[in-house]
T-cell receptor, first 114, second 111 residues
């Protein structure tokens, strides 16, 4: 596609439920990143994919968070047993030359845990 | 520890009143500095990449500059449509590739 696409754009879930957030990167981009943005905060790094591998998962806040990428394209971020503190905007970005070029972001998924 | 600090947190300008936003950083192995614009409810939109001290980039009313410790985003004769949050990020490549973001400057330009 022309840009990074994320779905859903909004998600309201009950505390304790699992959620899946999807990211479709720009076609041909080998690197993919997930970030979290809480209200009034900067972007917090979660995980970096190169192809289908995740060389850096250091930003995942707990073992309730996991992510995978298949076919070097679509990525899914899964949050199990959601908590209220998980409420945030989850942003996905991709780029074609990791370590050199800028990353392009999607519109984000706004997650609200009630 | 790698860190990016932006100032001011918020800035209100009158239309036509030029100003500068600051991004200071302490990182090991800087590979690039990036400026983004973020509108409410949207993802960050890429503006500029700077790779070495002394480099400058311009786009319309915006000009980004880079030194060894900080970057400035100069806004000349701003218009209300320039109102947004401006984010600065550094790219680190020691053992991984990731962008470390500052918390941004919220700019409001009044007509």
């Amino acid at each position: 596609g022309a840009g990074v696409s994320q779905s859903p754009s909004n998600k309201v879930t009950e505390k304790g439920k699992d959620v899946e957030l999807r990211c479709d990167p720009i076609s041909g981009h080998t690197a993919l990143y997930w970030y979290r943005q809480s209200l009034g905060q900067g972007l917090e790094f979660l995980i970096y994919f190169q192809g289908n591998s995740a060389p850096d998962k250091s930003g995942l806040p707990s073992d309730r968070f996991s992510a995978e990428r298949t076919g070097g394209s679509v990525s899914t971020l899964t949050i199990q047993r959601t908590q209220q503190e998980d409420s945030a905007v989850y942003l996905c970005a991709s780029n074609n030359i990791p370590g050199v070029t800028e990353a392009f972001f999607g519109q984000g998924t706004r997650l609200t845990v009630v | 520890e790698d860190q990016v600090t932006q100032s001011p947190e918020a800035l209100r300008l009158q239309e036509g009143e030029s100003s500068s936003l600051n991004c200071s950083y302490t990182v090991s192995g800087l590979r690039g500095l990036f400026w983004y614009r973020q509108d409410p409810g949207k993802g960050p939109e890429f503006l500029f990449t700077l790779y070495s001290a002394g480099e400058e980039k311009e786009k319309e009313r915006l000009k980004a500059t880079l030194t060894k410790k900080e970057s400035f985003l100069h806004i000349t004769a701003p218009k209300p449509e320039d109102s947004a949050t401006y984010l600065c990020a550094v790219l680190i490549t020691s053992g991984t590739y990731k962008y470390i973001f500052g918390t941004g400057t919220r700019l409001k330009v009044l007509a």
